[in-house]
């Protein structure tokens, strides 16, 4: 497995050579190693944690408990997030949740519902 080309699909790092592509071993999404055209493609989608793109309206449910600073208890997994924003930076989604107000989360700790 080749470490320093990630997908351009999924960004998964476990990707190896077939003939004249790449393929990942995650997503089983093929491109050229050097095609500029499929690297700007993926590179505005925001993935959840089992890949499925994401968009501003969806509907998102937590996979894991995650702590809240400030906060004496966790956001329990399971909980439900209606109506996300799609935002710039490591925490690329922007919502609100009873009982927490509005926060960021990151799209690798969610899954589309």
């Not at 050097?34 to 925001?46: H, I, L, P, R, S």
């Not at 329990?76 to 710039?88: E, W």
Request: with cysteine.
């Amino acid at each position: 497995m080749n470490t320093d080309i990630i997908c351009p699909k999924c960004g998964s790092a476990f990707t190896y050579p077939d003939q004249e592509l790449m393929v990942c071993s995650q997503c089983f999404h093929e491109w050229k190693a050097d095609d500029e055209e499929v690297k700007e493609e993926y590179a505005d989608q925001v993935l959840d944690s089992n890949g499925n793109e994401l968009a501003d309206g969806d509907t998102v449910m937590v996979i894991k408990d995650l702590p809240v600073k400030g906060s004496p208890k966790p956001l329990k997994a399971g909980t439900k997030v209606k109506n996300i924003r799609l935002t710039d930076g490591d925490h690329n989604i922007s919502c609100k949740i009873d009982g927490f107000g509005a926060m960021n989360l990151k799209s690798e700790f969610v899954k589309k519902v």
